[in-house]
């Protein structure tokens, strides 16, 4: 079906039908499914949406992680909370992206088959307790500034998916720092991890908002069609100038020495995070690559039973349902 779609996009849209539609999207209306879109905007919200469901199954991985080392039964009911809520997201993300005409076992084969990405954070490793904070704070952190804009997006459903998803993805945010805060305010030990933690997550944080704005591909229609909301660049200066003084708050110190409040634009500047890293990651080339799919794979094909068991309940309510007609 995704297929089709895409090669049905260069015998599709006449201008005219294409300047009625950039003027719905000028004038703030949301795009429901069953109105016409171009094929070109169809496409991009299923490898966008198709990606951002991708990353919150995929980001289960590294907290799931921690589930069984959780050092209180308080820390571990919050942190299987939180992995709870992010299959949720998942959830209601993969719910959206059918609704484009896409269904979810494509999604699931375009992911197991390295065909369709996720965000490249999730292929670092968590290794010790203080990353469980560092991925609340800086991970859900920067999830935060990408996603808010997003509730304004032209597409309806993912915009109210992303109601809920950024209302929980707050709470997640808050715990990550109240772990960040207990270990920064610690033992020296305990400070150091933090740091640590610190240290590994800030520059692949700073990759998930995606390339320069120079540099990346899809970032100019996609404004043009409000699926996104605020450049690249625009959301890593924004997220930044608010997370430097959380960090400063916490005691700790942002690994990067070039850091330095600039007046003049009123915000930081700040060293870019190593592209040639970043690339090389989505290449499948980062630390938990392999990892993470083959635990995706392995997900898949221990399921199939339930998949198969499911359809042919629904299959046998529908026959009886013929019957009785």
């Known amino acids: 079906m995704y297929a089709q779609m895409i090669r049905s996009e260069a015998t599709q849209d006449d201008p005219e039908r294409l300047a009625a539609f950039q003027a719905r999207i000028d004038a703030g209306e949301k795009i429901e499914p069953k109105e016409w879109m171009p ?57 959206a992206a059918e609704t484009l005409g896409v269904s979810r076992d494509e999604l699931f084969e375009m992911l197991n088959s390295g065909k369709m990405k996720y965000s490249s954070i999730f292929n670092y490793p968590t290794l010790t307790w203080a990353d469980m904070g560092a991925v609340g704070w800086l991970v859900d952190g920067a999830a935060i500034m990408n996603q808010v804009p997003l509730q304004r997006t032209s597409y309806g459903p993912y915009a109210r998916a992303m109601v809920r998803i950024c209302k929980e993805e707050s709470f997640h945010q808050r715990q990550g720092f109240d772990i960040m805060m207990k270990m920064a305010n610690g033992t020296p030990a305990q400070k150091r991890m933090a740091q640590d933690a610190l240290d590994r997550f800030w520059y692949p944080s700073l990759m998930m908002f995606g390339p320069s704005d120079k540099d990346s591909v899809h970032s100019a229609q996609s404004m043009a069609w409000k699926i996104k909301m605020n450049t690249n660049d625009e959301l890593r200066q924004k997220f930044v100038d608010q997370t430097v003084p959380q960090a400063e708050y916490l005691g700790l110190t942002v690994p990067d020495d070039t850091l330095a409040w600039n007046a003049e634009k009123g915000g930081y500047d700040f060293a870019q995070p190593d592209w040639d890293e970043f690339y090389d990651v989505l290449k499948g080339n980062g630390p938990c690559n392999a990892d993470r799919l083959e635990a995706r794979r392995t997900a898949w094909d221990e399921g199939a039973w339930v998949r198969e068991g499911m359809l042919a309940h629904a299959e046998k309510k529908r026959a009886a349902r013929m019957a009785a007609e």
């Open 39 to 95: 094929e070109g905007y169809r496409k991009t919200l299923i490898r966008q949406i198709g990606q951002h469901a991708h990353s919150e199954i995929v980001g289960q991985l590294p907290e799931g992680n921690w589930i069984t080392r959780a050092p209180t039964l308080e820390r571990k009911a919050i942190l299987l909370a939180k992995v709870q809520d992010e299959a949720g997201h998942g959830l209601y993300l993969y719910c």
